[in-house]
């Protein structure tokens, strides 16, 4: 029994957060329940969002931005300059802040006093009165894009069981660009920055909205890709399936998943038996953790059934710290008769669950009620033979 008792203890202790909503008595239960509640935190979204972020500078650079931009200026003194900038490459990003936000019409992630290094390739020609030869020359610049701000708002919903994200909104605005060429003229440096400036901004404005666009199709088929049950052996298998839209409050969202184990091949039903009345909520105070999960009690009784099902619920017991309690000679002053009948041979415990156990929660316990029949063989040579049975109800409760 100790196995058992540490294991619902386990379960409790690490990762249990569920209480039982009286409130809802009446309400009636829809068709897709859900029996277990993830809740993330702003911590936890904060987590993901970093990650989220970092991934999508990542994927973006190096990004070759696909214009060649050409533009004619008149120069004091030269005349019409044809001045052509070409291969604008974005090779480092930096965000210097990032949050993200949770509203009604969805989840907002805003990056800003972003920073860009890009490298392009300048070239110019002309030919004046002064000089009737063409004149020209190229070479390399830096680029430094400032103060950007980019932002997109992403939606999650349901979609037959996994989440759907999708892309509501996103934006990105330059603030400001600063050209610094490899040799070249002043009058260059001034003419590239007067004509390219606004054309540059733009550029990167699309390219990167464009890779936000890609990225966010990415990830959401990432999400529907993931299997809506985790087999966990050969009879049993957690189903993950979403069940409804994922409910975003200011600072967290909760996700209602199915959570019941099932067998796989035929649907396991939570007998009304087991069941009473829970309205799956999570009620996670503590802000500094990312994640609550809260399970219904039908989580631990699908499992329970299940697993008696699959005839798992047996153990033999025959090693305990003190090993002289499983020989007859540990026990020939307390019962002779067992010592005299077979002396000196090795005892074991065969307990096996007579009904799969009913587990009960509570706002401030839980409870496990174990049916168990504890059978105390004799192995003599090859043979074990049960001299006692025992049947046992027992109550574990874990406050
Ligand atoms: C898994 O859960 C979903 C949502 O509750 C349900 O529609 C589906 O039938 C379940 N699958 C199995 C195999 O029980
Ligand atoms: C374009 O820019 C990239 C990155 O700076 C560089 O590696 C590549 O050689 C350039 N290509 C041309 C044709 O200049
Ligand atoms: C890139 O931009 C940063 C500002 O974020 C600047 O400090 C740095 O000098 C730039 N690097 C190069 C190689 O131009
Ligand atoms: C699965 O069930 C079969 C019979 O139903 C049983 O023989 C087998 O041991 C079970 N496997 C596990 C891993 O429980
Ligand atoms: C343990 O007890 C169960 C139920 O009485 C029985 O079916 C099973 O064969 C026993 N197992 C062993 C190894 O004795």
């Avoid at 392009?120 to 002309?126: D, G, L, P």
């Avoid at 090693?319 to 019962?335: C, E, H, M, S, Y």
Wanted: with cysteine; charged share 15%.
């Amino acid at each position: 029994m100790a196995s058992l008792a540490f294991f619902f203890v386990l379960i409790s202790s690490t990762f249990l957060s569920s209480q039982a909503n009286n409130l809802h008595l009446q309400q009636l239960r829809t068709q897709d329940e859900s029996f277990t509640s993830i809740l993330v935190s702003q911590n936890g979204l904060d987590f993901v969002k970093d990650l989220l972020v970092n991934e999508a500078i990542s994927s973006i650079i190096p990004l070759q931005l696909p214009a060649t931009i050409e533009k004619s200026a008149r120069i004091p003194f030269l005349g019409n300059v044809h001045m052509v900038i070409s291969n604008v490459t974005i090779y480092k990003i930096d965000v210097l802040a990032s949050y993200v936000k949770l509203g009604n019409s969805g989840i907002a992630i805003v990056a800003s006093g972003t920073t860009c290094n890009l490298t392009m390739n300048w070239h110019y020609s002309y030919s004046s009165w002064l000089v009737p030869i063409e004149i020209s020359d190229g070479g390399r610049a830096s680029v430094e894009v400032e103060g950007m701000e980019v932002g997109l708002t992403l939606g999650l919903e349901n979609h037959e069981g996994t989440l759907k994200l999708s892309l509501l909104e996103s934006g990105c605005y330059v603030k400001e660009i600063t050209i610094k060429l490899d040799g070249g003229a002043s009058w260059l440096y001034q003419g590239m920055i007067n004509a390219f400036e606004e054309q540059i901004g733009s550029a990167v404005e699309s390219a990167i909205t464009n890779k936000l666009k890609d990225g966010i199709l990415k990830l959401d088929s990432f999400l529907q890709s993931l299997p809506k049950e985790i087999p966990l052996d050969d009879n049993a298998s957690l189903n993950v399936s979403f069940v409804e839209n994922p409910e975003l409050s200011s600072s967290s969202i909760e996700f209602d998943i199915n959570g019941l184990f099932t067998d796989g091949k035929k649907v396991q039903p939570v007998s009304n038996h087991y069941r009473q009345v829970f309205q799956p909520s999570v009620f996670c105070i503590d802000q500094s953790k990312m994640l609550g999960i809260s399970l219904d009690e039908a989580v631990f009784n699908s499992a329970s059934a299940l697993y008696y099902d699959a005839e798992f619920m047996e153990w033999i017991v025959d090693k305990v710290p003190d090993q002289a309690l499983l020989n007859t000679a540990g026990w020939r002053f307390i019962i002779p008769q067992l010592y005299k009948k077979y002396p000196n041979d090795d005892m074991n415990l065969n307990i096996s669950l007579s009904s799969p156990p009913v587990i009960r929660i509570s706002e401030h316990n839980i409870g496990a009620t174990v049916y168990a029949d504890v059978i105390i063989d004799v192995v003599e040579g090859s043979q074990v033979i049960s001299v006692a049975c025992i049947s046992l109800v027992s109550l574990l409760i874990r406050t």
